[in-house]
Every structure is written in structure tokens, then in C-alpha cells.
């Protein structure tokens, strides 16, 4: 089984070119460093929505890698095949493609919500584990349809950076990943800063009381709802980054789902209720991962190919025997 | 004015613990709900709030009304737009947040900063504990502090009327005191209060008015002046007569009630 798995994850997992392209040494490590923060950054995104709607609804949300193919194949749909808005304002293609982004990310969000609405919310009161089932269910039903409508073979992105790199002293980074960082950087600003607002602090007193909530007046199935937006949008970006060079050509829905998982063992690094914890954990999940790549690919042979891909597995595990609870989690949430 | 009519409540669709209680709060006064622990005292003030989907509890019989406005279905959020405002058993602030935070939850529903100033000013005047306090996060402080923290949270979207389960509970003597003055000075203000307390010498001190509750019931009421004078109350509720200030048993509690129900 384990022979298997790699092989699986092989497509999703590369190697980075431009990591292997930066000679040896420090150069190649600072190379290797950058890699890992733009994968980690992703993984952060991807954890971060996951834990924010956790703490929310008390949901383990399974949908979220389907989720976060449904915002990479949007982005795919508006930049390439429709080029919505480009097409009807003009400018530079970097913008054109960001604005098709951001209606993608928008649209995903909306679809976060309708999903509450439909599947969740009838939920409320149910046990925890019966929930988490529907979301499977959500799982299968948001990657059917997606793949059908990407058909057959890869959808790219239409990013404007394509293969480009850029050589800093013989560091040679991907452009996409200092995108990557950049734009995950001002999404967690961005989360940060709604949680200080008045909304956002209604949401962190929902997921810490419910019902004491509901004595302030906190109207909590908006909030519910609104958790699974941000959690949507933030999982649309991460899908998208997923789809760029140098980690896939472009998204297909099992498979970006599929990578979407291997966030899940930064949720359980940092911790299931933690938001600190999830971007943390995604960092650190993110710069192991790359690290394996970069360090152990002379043994591919032995390891297998794409062993990278279980590393975040093995660590995940290895946290799990240390702190069962996760490095920033609660004790009473293993209960859940 | 609140006007809770013959209501009856059931948990899990089989458990009735409220079998046609009613009770008024009129505008301004302070009124006392009475009763042993698991008479339903709790259950009254969720049914009131909107908070018995929560625990899986409905309304199966008679109405609440505020201000003439049925809510007897309403929504939690709606009955705290009308000014009903709880502060629940226990506390229940948000250990995580800031002071300053939780504050802010509580006005949650008031969109009138001006309002939101005042109501602020209103609780740091109140509370200067709180003032000092602001930045803390709400959880490290003391059991006081947090209930100071749970009454100024209520109070800052401006209630009408101010819902109290049990707010001297686990208080030491000089805090339940405290609260006390403070509950008198809100009500002054012109917030109308409905008390719940074990301490029922506390509260029938402070209320104009006492219903006394067991087993889902109003069993007694009256002016609670005369409430503390009564006998009666002071034996089997206020357990100032028992063998060293213990209450009754519950089995004295009972024939108090088949005797009271006989004058009746
Ligand atoms: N969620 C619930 N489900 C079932 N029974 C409950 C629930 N909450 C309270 N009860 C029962 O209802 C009765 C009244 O409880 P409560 O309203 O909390 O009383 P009080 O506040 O006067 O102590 C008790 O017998 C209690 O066991
Ligand atoms: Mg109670």
C-alpha cells in the first residue's frame, strides 16, 4: 500500500525545478527555503479556512480539497475560456488574470455558502460524527460535478507568470511563489483584521459559547454561514496556487482535491481549534515537505517517487505521538 | 412589560418541566423568581430568551409577551432587538476575548454608535474593575470580575428588561453584596429586572416582587415585603428556621405546597 501511495501522489507532488536548477549549498538551501513558504503558504491557506470553520460549526469540513478545486477551476473558466472581465476592460494581463481571479475566489465563496445553507444548517444538532459523513458526501458531490465540467485532462489556470523564474544571486525561484506568498501574506492580514471586527468578533464568541452567543443577539446562522465563505475563498486561492508551476500544469479536480488533503496534517499539527496553529502548521508542513524533496531525491529509487508526498503524513504522526491535542490545540478538543 | 402565561415547556419531546407557569414583570420593578434547584427556574429564562432550541426544548403550550408583542416564538436575536437581554447561569463570558471584546459582543445588536458610547460609559461607570481591566483577557480574571464582566456585557445593547440566572452563585459574601447594590443602581436607571437567586433573602430584599416556584410551578407570590415577613417563605425557602439555617427536605417542601394549595 505504501508502494502505491507515492505513486498516487506522484503528480502532485514534483520536485521544484527551480530548487534543483540552484547549484548546492546554501544557495540551494535558501532556493529550497523560499519553495517551502510558497507550499506551506498554501497548505496555510487551505488549514486556516479548514480550522476557521471548525471553530465556527464545530464541522470537519472533508469538502474542503473539492472546494478548493472548484475555485482553481472557476479561475481556469473565467481567465481562459471566458477571459471575464478582461476581455470587457483591458489592461495588463497580470490584472486581467487577478480580476478573473478574484470573481472565481468571490463565486467560491458563494458556493462555501450555499452548501451551509443546503447541507449543513439542516444538520444543526445532529452528532458531530453524522456531520462530518454529510461532508464526505459533499466530497464526492462537489468533485463529480467539477470534473465534469473540466472533462478530460488538465484545465491550466491562465496564470500570467507561467514557468518564469527569477535568478537573485543564483537563487532561482519560481515568480509563482513569491505570488503565492504574497498573496496568501495579505489573505491572512486580511483574516486577522476581520477577526478584530465586529462581525469577526461575533464569530470568535459563536465558536467559543454558542448559546451565549445567542444571548448577545449574535444571529449565529449567519455566522455559520459566513465561516464557510471565508473558509471557501480562502481554500479557492490555495486551489488556485495548487494549479501553477512548478507543482501542476494545471487543475483537475480529484487531483487537487487530493492535494488539498495533505493540509489536513497541518490542521492536526497546529492544532484542530487553533488559527494561530493552522498557519503555523502549514508553514512548517509546507518547508518539511520541500526539504524531503530537495534533500532525499538521490534516494528516489529506494524512497520511492513523490515520497515527499507522505512526509507531512510522517510528521503529522510524529506530533501526534508527542502532543496528541496538536502543538497550539486545546486539550478537550481530542474529545470531538 | 413581560407577561409569561400558562407556560408549559418539554425537553426531548417526553421531559415536562414546566407545566402553566405564569409570571409578569412590570415596567421598572425589580421581580424575584424563587425556587429549589431543579424547579425550573433555568428552563423559565430560556423560554423567555429564545435558548430553548439549544437544549433541544419547545414551548408546548401558552404565550410570553414584551411590550404587548407576542415572542413566545421569537428568535433569540429578535427578543434581544426588543430589549429582553439575559445574563445567563454561570457566567458564560468569552474566556478567550479581551474585556473589551466581550463588551462589544454585547452590542452586537445595538447599530447606533452614539448608543453603543453611552451604553459603554454606561458599564465602565458601573464597573471601574472592568475599566482597569479592558485590555485583559476575559478568562484570567476572577469569578467576581467575570460577573461584573457578564451584567456590563448585557447591558450594552441597552435592555429594557435584564434577565439575571443566579448571579450571586459561588460569589464570596462582600462580591454578592456588590452585586446586589449593583443590580439596584441598573434598575434605578430605569432597566426593569427579573432575579433569580438561590439567595433568596438577597433578592426579596432588593425586588418589589416574588414569585416563589417548585416543580414547574408558581406555587406563591406576592409583594416581596411580605414575602420575606411570611412565615412560611422564611421556613421553607428561606430556611432561616431549620436546625442551623439548613433548609427543609424536600418531602416538607411538598407538604408545604398541599397545604398551601388547601388555604388557596
Ligand atoms: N436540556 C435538558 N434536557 C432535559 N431535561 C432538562 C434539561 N435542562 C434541564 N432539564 C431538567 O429540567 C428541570 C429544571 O431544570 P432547570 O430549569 O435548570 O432548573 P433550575 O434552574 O430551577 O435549577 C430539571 O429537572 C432538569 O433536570
Ligand atoms: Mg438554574
Redesign the pocket.
Known amino acids: 500500500m505504501l508502494a502505491s501511495l507515492p505513486l498516487l501522489l506522484a503528480q502532485t507532488a514534483p520536485v521544484d525545478p527551480a530548487v534543483q536548477a540552484s547549484g548546492g549549498g546554501l544557495t540551494r538551501f535558501l532556493a529550497m527555503l523560499v519553495s517551502g513558504i510558497a507550499l506551506g503558504a498554501i497548505y496555510a491557506l487551505l488549514a486556516l479556512g479548514f480550522v476557521i470553520i471548525f471553530k465556527a460549526t464545530q464541522v470537519v469540513n472533508f469538502a474542503h480539497g473539492a472546494i478548493a478545486a472548484v475555485g482553481a477551476y472557476l479561475t481556469a473558466y473565467f481567465a481562459v475560456t471566458l477571459n471575464f472581465p478582461g476581455s470587457l476592460i483591458g489592461g495588463p494581463r497580470w490584472l486581467q488574470w487577478s480580476l478573473s481571479a478574484v470573481v472565481a475566489i468571490l463565486m467560491t465563496a458563494v458556493v462555501g455558502l450555499v452548501l451551509e445553507r443546503l447541507f449543513i444548517r439542516p444538520m444543526i444538532g445532529e452528532p458531530l460524527f453524522s456531520v462530518a459523513i454529510i461532508t464526505l458526501g459533499i466530497d464526492i458531490l462537489v468533485r463529480t460535478i467539477t470534473d465534469d465540467f473540466i472533462g478530460t485532462g488538465v484545465r491550466p489556470v491562465g496564470d500570467p507568470w507561467g514557468a518564469g523564474i527569477w535568478n537573485i544571486g543564483g537563487i532561482r525561484i519560481a515568480q509563482t511563489q513569491i505570488v503565492t506568498v504574497l498573496v496568501a501574506a495579505a489573505a491572512m492580514v486580511a483574516v486577522a483584521a476581520f477577526f478584530r471586527s465586529r462581525t469577526g468578533v461575533a464569530m470568535r464568541a459563536t465558536a467559543f459559547d454558542q448559546e451565549a452567543a445567542m444571548a448577545q443577539g449574535i444571529g449565529v446562522g449567519r455566522i455559520f454561514a459566513l465561516s464557510w465563505g471565508i473558509g471557501a475563498a480562502l481554500a479557492a486561492i490555495a486551489g488556485i496556487f495548487a494549479s501553477v508551476f512548478p507543482r501542476s500544469p494545471g487543475v483537475m479536480a480529484t487531483t487537487t482535491a487530493f492535494f488539498a488533503f495533505r493540509a489536513f496534517p497541518a490542521v492536526i499539527l497546529g492544532g484542530l481549534d487553533s488559527v494561530g496553529g493552522a498557519v503555523v502548521g502549514g508553514f512548517v508542513i509546507g518547508i518539511v515537505e520541500v526539504a524531503a524533496g530537495t534533500y532525499l531525491s538521490p534516494y528516489a529509487d529506494v524512497l520511492g517517487v513523490g515520497f515527499q508526498g507522505i512526509v507531512p503524513y510522517l510528521v503529522m504522526l510524529l506530533v501526534l505521538l508527542i502532543r496528541p491535542y496538536g502543538l497550539f490545540g486545546t486539550k478537550e478538543i481530542r474529545r470531538v | 412589560m413581560l407577561e409569561v402565561a400558562n407556560l408549559e415547556v418539554v ?2 419531546d417526553v ?1 415536562l ?1 414546566l407545566r402553566g407557569l405564569s409570571l409578569t414583570v412590570p415596567d421598572g420593578k425589580i421581580v424575584a423568581l424563587l ?10 429564562l ?1 423560554a423567555i430568551s429564545g435558548l430553548l432550541d439549544v ?3 419547545d414551548i408546548t403550550k401558552g404565550s410570553i409577551r414584551f411590550d404587548g408583542e407576542d415572542v413566545t416564538e421569537a428568535a433569540a436575536s429578535d427578543i434581544v432587538r426588543l430589549g429582553i437581554k439575559q445574563v445567563l ?1 454561570g457566567r458564560r463570558i468569552f474566556a478567550e476575548l479581551t474585556v473589551d471584546e466581550n463588551l462589544r459582543t454585547g452590542a452586537y445588536t445595538n447599530k447606533d454608535k452614539q448608543s453603543v458610547t453611552d451604553s459603554y460609559e454606561r458599564v465602565m461607570d458601573l464597573f471601574p474593575r472592568l475599566k482597569e481591566r479592558r485590555k485583559s483577557v476575559a478568562g484570567y480574571m476572577s469569578g467576581g470580575e467575570q460577573q461584573m464582566l457578564a451584567i456590563g456585557r448585557a447591558l450594552m445593547s441597552n435592555p429594557k428588561l435584564l434577565v439575571l ?1 443566579e448571579p450571586s452563585l459561588g460569589l464570596a459574601p462582600l462580591l454578592v453584596q456588590q452585586i446586589r447594590d449593583i443590580i439596584v443602581d441598573i434598575n434605578k436607571q430605569g432597566t426593569s429586572v427579573l432575579l ?1 437567586e438561590q439567595n433568596a433573602n438577597m433578592a426579596l430584599s432588593i425586588s418589589d416582587y416574588g414569585y416563589i416556584m417548585e416543580t ?1 410551578k408558581i406555587v406563591m407570590d406576592g409583594e416581596a415585603k411580605k414575602l420575606l415577613g411570611d412565615e412560611d417563605v422564611q421556613e421553607f425557602y428561606l430556611g432561616l428556621h431549620g436546625e442551623e439555617g439548613e433548609r427543609k427536605s424536600f418531602r416538607d417542601v411538598k407538604h408545604y405546597k398541599r397545604r398551601k394549595r388547601w388555604l388557596s
Open positions: 425537553y426531548n421531559i418541566v425556587g429549589a434547584n431543579g424547579a425550573g427556574k433555568t428552563t423559565t430560556r437544549h433541544e426544548g447561569e440566572d433569580i414547574g
